[in-house]
């Protein structure tokens, strides 16, 4: 099968900057979100719909990087 309706946007997350690339396998949407500096994905989300799949990545996003610790780099 292929992914079809691919969308990639960036987006300001909880203070910190993700990307989150969006498709569609057969009927399942499927959504990742990424750090946009390291690259790391950490939220992943499936649904019947394009909005239902991001909600549900966007809602475990938020909630990771609420726990996120940010350290100061001034010396």
Not at 16 to 35: A, F, K, L, P
């Amino acid at each position: 099968m292929r992914s079809e309706e691919y969308s990639r946007r960036e987006q300001l997350v909880a203070g910190w900057m993700v990307s989150i690339e969006t498709y569609r396998v057969g009927d399942v949407y499927h959504c990742t979100i990424s750090s946009v500096d390291p690259g790391a994905r950490f939220a992943r989300a499936d649904g019947s719909t394009n909005t239902e799949a991001e909600s549900r990545a966007l809602a475990k996003a938020e909630r990771y990087l609420a726990q996120t610790r940010r350290f100061s780099t001034a010396r």
